[in-house]
């Protein structure tokens, strides 16, 4: 489906409030209809010392913060896909605001490929219930009056979701800036053809499309940023850019895959992340843990 077919306004455009969490070059987003005061919460981040086992929620708190401060109304927490590189803080903020929180609904897909590496047993729920709504592909919901659309965009991971409020794009990890060029495609259920169609359909948006990033590492030493637009990508992007076909992107990004190292904490992110961002339940004595699986990943 084109970037056409998608119900796209825009002469909406939000304000938008980036967050970014250096700890996991991680950037949250509060995005506010600029007709009243509702909200939306993009891919928050929980704080993890992975080291000492030690959870804390400063960045989330940062959210709550400047949503209190500013007045504004929570309805909906946003979860662009199940992230491998950091820890919701989505089921946090949800206590505190109120709110939705949503995901893509092929989280299941996630569920049953994570429910099995870590050993779940039949108490973990795969069939998505931990959320408050499973999108599908062209679903609307609304933030105030401002009508918000997902596009369903798999590769990176299979429940990726591209979500499009107004005249601004919340990319996840389908897209990164242009000189940071996509996302990897080697993780469980990823695939770099199916990316690059995923990329191709944003694509299709409007040129002056604002688009933002989930992730930004500053390349060749250049300040962290993460706004741009389609037309800057699709003419700039290191890996999809100016035209480059399937074959080359695919060519490139298998290669590129097998030279990367497994994401520091993607043993805490997915075990959390396909919960809705909860933590495992305790045991007995009331203790929490996390699992490390051996030679699985």
């Not at 981040?45 to 400063?58: F, K, P």
């Not at 604002?210 to 993460?226: E, F, V």
Request: with cysteine; proline share 5%; aromatic share 10%.
């Amino acid at each position: 489906m084109s970037g056409s077919n998608y119900p796209v306004d825009m002469a909406v455009k939000p304000d938008v409030t980036a967050f970014f969490d250096p700890a996991t070059n991680t950037i949250s987003y509060v995005v506010k209809d600029p007709a009243s005061n509702a909200c939306a919460v993009v891919d928050s981040v929980m704080d993890i010392d992975y080291a000492a086992g030690r959870i804390t929620y400063d960045h989330a708190d940062e959210i709550i913060a400047y949503i209190q401060d500013n007045d504004l109304k929570l309805e909906w927490l946003i979860e662009t896909h199940v992230h491998a590189d950091h820890l919701s803080g989505a089921p946090y903020i949800q206590q505190k605001l109120g709110g939705k929180l949503g995901i893509g609904e092929k989280i299941t897909v996630v569920q049953e490929t994570f429910g099995k590496i870590f050993n779940e047993g039949t108490e973990f729920q795969r069939d998505g219930s931990q959320f408050d709504k499973l999108f599908k592909d062209g679903d609307t919901y609304q933030v105030g009056e401002m009508t918000a659309f997902v596009m369903y965009t798999p590769g990176h991971t299979p429940a990726c979701m591209v979500h499009v409020m107004g005249d601004a794009t919340f990319a996840g990890d389908t897209l990164f800036m242009p000189d940071s060029g996509s996302a990897r495609a080697d993780f469980p259920g990823g695939d770099a053809a199916t990316l690059y169609e995923s990329i191709q359909k944003v694509l299709s948006l409007p040129d002056e499309m604002r688009l933002y990033m989930c992730h930004d590492y500053g390349p060749n030493g250049r300040d962290i940023q993460w706004e741009t637009t389609v037309g800057a990508e699709k003419e700039h992007n290191i890996h999809v850019g100016g035209g480059k076909s399937k074959e080359e992107f695919v060519k490139f990004r298998t290669e590129r895959d097998a030279q990367l190292d497994m994401p520091k904490l993607i043993i805490p992110s997915l075990q959390v992340n396909m919960r809705a961002g909860q933590l495992p339940p305790a045991d007995e004595s009331g203790k929490t843990f996390l699992k490390v699986p051996v030679n699985e990943l």
